[in-house]
Structure formats: structure tokens, C-alpha cells
Nanobody, 117 residues
Framework: QVELVESGGGLVQPGGSLRLSCAAS????????MGWYRQAPGNQRELVAG???????NYADSVKGRFTISRDNAKKMVYLQMNSLKPEDTGVYYC???????????WGQGTQVTVSS
């Protein structure tokens, strides 16, 4: 397993931006597929964005064109740039790291994002 620590959440007005960061405690970070998930009250945790070991990306339809996921393997970091935020983006955002062949699936503690006027 790998330890993940998120930061960058907070309160922002609709239309605003936030950048989430996730620091990983592994020396083989480049071998992990990384993702950001969110969970709103009363809802299941859902995938927001993912980035593979080859830097390929995928996004939930609801955030396409507004959110960008990126990774810096040298710094062992993954980021989520969130623009044009909407109230429905509110939730706890979790960083996730996977190595499918090894059965590794690690989660951070989460960071709260609240979009409200």
C-alpha cells in the first residue's frame, strides 16, 4: 500500500477555481495509476478523473472541459485543476492509487471542496 495525502480543498464561489494536490509516499510512483474521486453527502463515491502510468487521462462527463488531472512522477504528485466550479461539485475529494496486477488500491484521507455563494 501507499500513503496518500491530499491538500488544496476549501470553500469557493460558483465559477471559481481550486487546485487539489496529492502527495504519494512511494519510490515507484510512476508505476501507479492515479485518480481523483469525490463523494457528496448521501451519494456513492464516484470517479472524477484518472491518469494512467502512460499519462493517458479519463474524466467523468460532468467535469469534462472544466477539470484537468496531471501527474509529476519526479515529485510523486498528482494534481486536479478544477475550473468553472459548480455547487454540484461539492464533496469530499479522495486521491487514489492503483497497481492492478499487484492488487493495490490505496486511498487518501480526503479533502473537502465546497462550492457555494
Amino acid at each position: 500500500q501507499v500513503e496518500l495525502v491530499e491538500s488544496g480543498g476549501g470553500l469557493v464561489q460558483p465559477g471559481g477555481s481550486l487546485r487539489l494536490s496529492c502527495a504519494a509516499s512511494t519510490n515507484i510512483f510512476s508505476l501507479y495509476a492515479m485518480g481523483w474521486y469525490r463523494q457528496a453527502p448521501g451519494n456513492q463515491r464516484e470517479l472524477v478523473a484518472g491518469i494512467g502510468t502512460d499519462a493517458s487521462t479519463n474524466y467523468a462527463d460532468s467535469v469534462k472541459g472544466r477539470f484537468t488531472i496531471s501527474r509529476d512522477n519526479a515529485k510523486k504528485m498528482v494534481y486536479l485543476q478544477m475550473n468553472s466550479l459548480k455547487p454540484e461539485d461539492t464533496g469530499v475529494y479522495y486521491c487514489n492509487a492503483k497497481r492492478y496486477a499487484q492488487g493495490i488500491n490505496s486511498w487518501g484521507q480526503g479533502t473537502q471542496v465546497t462550492v457555494s455563494s
